[in-house]
């Protein structure tokens, strides 16, 4: 019997950032980016951790142009597509053709779950200039799987190859998973995806949870590396579905290696699921939150959990960045 495909995305270069304060080198673009080509990944991407654009104060500002690091991508990448998150009113269709032009060939169009209509021209001009175009919606803990169908037939009448779908703050039990990815394989004419994040531990059962339930594009890190308590380990997702007979196409020993080799010595911490990390899950908030919310914390002298849970009451989701000080301002007057 042929072994079902699956495609593993590698997000350590984007996601990651995140964990390092966005603070990639070329120098460690290359090693990782060509690491993983060489290993098998099927889409490698490379950007700001917020995506193209989006260097700022409200979301951090990056070390290196990330222009400069997607051409170091683009050196290196050989066999796998080149990506780039992108999320509408962060960059413009201007800075998809610059990151076009740059050498990115996939675009992952990324919207809150509800707002799939603000990305019907990035992905229709990413159709139009010969690109692969992902339809990728954020926080899908949040509404319930007939939203999200909804939402995914917005990217997909725009002519989305594939749609992903992300929980964003590792809020989602299999369970979960398995009824939104579940109902899109089933609905959708276009290949299902899937973005887990570690915050309860479940990012690697999620992940299995999206596979047998239909989905075909599955995302990792390398190490796990990335926002919160980070993502579904790359190496670790490439070893237990060959274990289960999925063709990833991945080497996981290569995989293991560029994770040793080019991973761990730009790690600023380990990856682990920490009191505040696992906080992130429990109360439903974005995992990039995570080190906002710790010089929050610090500024006001507040458990960065009360933070967390004030956060998740609140629904605040991706772009509210900025509302974190606010909302720890206001947590540390009240308690005067």
């Known amino acids: 019997m042929e072994k079902k495909k699956i ?87 201007a800075d998809l053709e610059i990151a076009r032009e740059a050498g990115v060939k996939a675009f992952r169009i990324a919207t809150h779950v509800t707002e799939a209509d603000v990305g019907i021209q990035h992905v ?60 899109l394989a089933e609905k959708l004419p276009v290949p299902v995806g899937f973005h887990a994040h570690n915050s309860l531990g479940l990012a690697i059962g999620n992940s299995l949870a999206a596979v047998e339930s239909g989905a075909t594009y599955i995302d990792g890190t390398l190490r796990g590396l990335g926002a919160g308590a980070g993502n579904a380990q790359f190496e670790v997702l490439a070893a237990v579905l060959d274990r289960l007979g999925y063709d990833t196409g991945v080497d996981f020993y290569a995989a293991m290696d560029v994770a040793e080799a080019a991973v761990d010595p730009l790690m600023h911490r380990p990856q682990v699921v920490n009191n505040t990390s696992l906080m992130l899950g429990y109360a439903g908030v974005y995992s990039s939150f995570l080190l906002h919310t710790y010089r929050a914390a610090e500024r006001f002298s507040l458990n960065p959990r009360d933070i967390l849970i004030e956060l998740g009451r609140r629904g605040m989701v991706g772009g509210q960045e900025d509302m974190i000080v606010d909302v720890a301002y206001q947590l540390s007057t009240a308690k005067e």
């Open 7 to 93: 495609y593993l995305v590698d997000t350590t270069l984007r996601d990651g950032s995140h964990a390092v304060s966005h603070s990639f080198t070329p120098d460690q673009v290359r090693a990782v980016a060509g690491g993983l080509d060489k290993a098998g990944a099927a889409l490698i991407e490379i950007s700001h951790g917020d995506g193209i654009a989006g260097s700022s104060i409200n979301y951090g500002f990056i070390s290196t142009p990330e222009l400069e690091l997607i051409r170091a991508g683009a050196e290196v990448i050989r066999q796998a597509k080149q990506t780039a998150l992108l999320i509408p009113g962060v960059a413009t269709i």
């Open 124 to 183: 229709r001009y990413a159709k139009d200039a010969g690109l692969m175009a992902v339809g990728f919606l954020m926080m899908c803990h949040m509404v319930k799987p007939e939203k999200i169908l909804e939402q995914a037939q917005i990217f997909v009448d725009a002519g989305a190859d594939v749609i992903n779908i992300a929980d964003s703050s590792g809020y989602m039990v299999p369970d979960d998973v398995r009824a939104r990815i579940g109902l």
